[in-house]
């Protein structure tokens, strides 16, 4: 479409990122090269330390460089509540209110069958073992035994949120587990990200 | 935020984008690092390709990877026209309509005083020197001997484009130079880009 195969390249990688279309796309490729170089180089260099060195933390599968996450290291955490989110955004937000000390597990993602998004893809079966952990004869633990004495849902409000959430509190409650769910003052259909601190830690109290 | 330093980074870098703000980068960042890491590398190596291959054509002012970019090295134009566009995208737009054999000049901006984008800022005075060579002795070529014979305005029908299309006339019309401007087929207060081609086509013709 241009006169330069880099230019068209260029835009034609960056509808590889989220919500951009080809238009989108060729005004940003256009405006890197026109008014900020520095900027397109910081972003290459940026999108290449993070591919090689961001991994899954073995416990709570969030984003992190270490082997394990800050979060799940830290000793002060309570680790017999274990709060389930479906993105390190959404960790994020909750951390942001102050009102919970436990520790964490990240889906990185949520069920959605259209989308082929199954139980699999979103380690739950990892999620389970961390909950309800086997002996070295391979059964699981009694109920008094275990680590984590709560699992806190707090996936998004959404269809598939609320899916997802129902889904594994089953599974949880089947093995013998406490499972409660943020409580409804998150607005129903919004997404956690987006809710102000006060709602989410008033959610928090009341969860259910 | 997250993490990760390097997550964090990438969300920082992401926001260079134009559109792109805080939300918006760490979706992207999640979306890359979760889901398509092979897509962020490419994103990378198109960006240091481009940076490092893209420069500005030397007489029509596109972003090229040539001296001369293929438009302007191509014999079959017709050298007595130059259209003045903002972008390589409006050039595209045009180019698409195949209602124009002549040549481009790209601005590669507009006139904006409130966002300090001076003259000089978009090349006027290339233009006006590629329009009106000087001879041997610094004194302007008489318009019989110059190889522009018309120049056709085609900056956006926005207020910018407008204003930027108003100086260039007034300057060249001034060195005696034939300036037309594409017919207002074009719906004011749009963008070329997103024009269909009929009407870009018909506003050619009309041009005044
Ligand atoms: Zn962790
Ligand atoms: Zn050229």
């Given at each position: 479409m241009s006169d330069s195969n880099a230019l068209d390249g260029l835009t034609q990688a960056l509808r590889k990122l989220p919500g951009v279309g080809a238009k989108s796309a060729a005004r940003m490729a256009f405006h890197l090269l026109q008014h900020d170089k520095p900027g397109a180089l910081q972003i290459a260099r940026a999108l290449e330390h993070a591919v090689g060195s961001v991994k899954h933390c073995?416990?709570?599968?969030?984003?992190?460089?270490?082997?394990?996450c800050s979060t799940c290291a830290?000793?002060?955490?309570?680790?017999?509540q274990l709060c389930v989110v479906e993105t390190p955004a959404d960790q994020a937000a909750l951390e942001r209110t102050q009102a919970y000390r436990g520790l964490y597990f990240v889906l990185m993602g949520k069920l959605s069958p259209l989308d082929g998004v199954g139980p699999n893809d979103i380690g739950l079966q990892i999620l389970f073992d961390r909950v309800v952990p086997r002996n070295e004869r391979g059964e699981p633990l009694p109920a008094e035994s275990r680590e984590v004495q709560e699992v806190i849902l707090a996936t998004n409000f959404t269809a598939e949120g609320e899916a997802t959430a129902h889904v594994i509190a089953q599974a949880l409650k089947s093995r013998g587990v406490q499972v409660t769910r943020l409580a409804r003052?998150?607005?129903?259909?919004?997404e956690l990200e987006y809710v102000d601190l006060g709602t989410i830690a008033h959610a928090l109290v009341d969860r259910r």
């Open positions: 073995a416990l709570c599968n969030t984003l992190t460089e270490q082997d394990i830290n000793p002060q955490r309570d680790r017999s003052g998150v607005p129903v259909g919004s």
